[in-house]
T-cell receptor, first 114, second 112 residues
Framework: NAGVTQTPKFRILKIGQSMTLQCTQDMNHNYMYWYRQDPGMGLKLIYYSVGAGITDKGEVPNGYNVSRSTTEDFPLRLELAAPSQTSVYFC?????????????FGPGTRLLVL | LAKTTQPISMDSYEGQEVNITCSHNNIATNDYITWYQQFPSQGPRFIIQGYKTKVTNEVASLFIPADRKSSTLSLPRVSLSDTAVYYCLVGAVNTGGFKTIFGAGTRLFVKA
């Protein structure tokens, strides 16, 4: 099993550009999550999904969109990139809700918005 | 929301036991307490999870008192490679959704 994979590893965007961060898991997990981590800080939940076709907002959803058309994939979309979105983005998955099951994290995507 | 409070940083020496305490006063009845370890430029990695009393695995122990308002991660005989940030995670159920809350974490620095 590859676990949780994320692409790209690093990206530089100009203000106003858009991009999609890809996340795929091969563990047949129901729950998937997107977090952002600013330098020296903890992780903040952006969006999560409890299964295909079901998504919901986390702590910091503004400026992002997600979709979950399959169990495996959970892409994160930035429509109008802003410097405040410079961060490291982590995708994670778990079989059941994160408070009762282990989350498995991907390696992260570093995003720089200039 | 269940909020966690941990010390910002801790120093230790190789071979010592390290105990990191996390406060979570309003933990939900059904929620577990999970600890993660994060190295620079990597995603967090699961260490241990428990609901109450004591849990032990090959890398750590987790002590949870009866009121479950705090928990203590115990790392026996730390080595330099244990230098990392440690997060305790407690789920929270809110009206209209479910959120997981990662605190700022505890930066453990192990010295030779």
């Amino acid at each position: 099993n590859a676990g949780v994979t994320q692409t790209p590893k690093f990206r530089i965007l100009k203000i106003g550009q858009s991009m999609t961060l890809q996340c795929t898991q091969d563990m047949n997990h129901n729950y998937m999550y997107w977090y952002r981590q600013d330098p020296g800080m903890g992780l903040k939940l952006i969006y999560y999904s409890v299964g295909a076709g079901i998504t919901d907002k986390g702590e910091v959803p503004n400026g992002y969109n997600v979709s979950r058309s399959t169990t495996e994939d959970f892409p994160l979309r930035l429509e109008l990139a802003a410097p405040s979105q410079t961060s490291v983005y982590f995708c994670a998955s778990s079989y059941d809700r994160a408070s009762q099951e282990t989350q498995y994290f991907g390696p992260g995507t570093r995003l720089l918005v200039l | 929301l269940a909020k966690t409070t941990q010390p910002i940083s801790m120093d230790s020496y190789e071979g010592q036991e390290v105990n990191i305490t996390c406060s979570h006063n309003n933990i939900a009845t059904n929620d577990y307490i999970t600890w993660y370890q994060q190295f620079p430029s990597q995603g967090p990695r699961f260490i241990i999870q428990g609901y109450k009393t004591k849990v032990t695995n090959e890398v750590a122990s987790l002590f949870i008192p009866a009121d479950r308002k705090s928990s203590t991660l115990s790392l026996p005989r730390v080595s330099l490679s244990d230098t990392a940030v440690y997060y305790c995670l407690v789920g929270a159920v809110n009206t209209g959704g479910f959120k997981t809350i990662f605190g700022a974490g505890t930066r453990l620095f192990v010295k030779a």
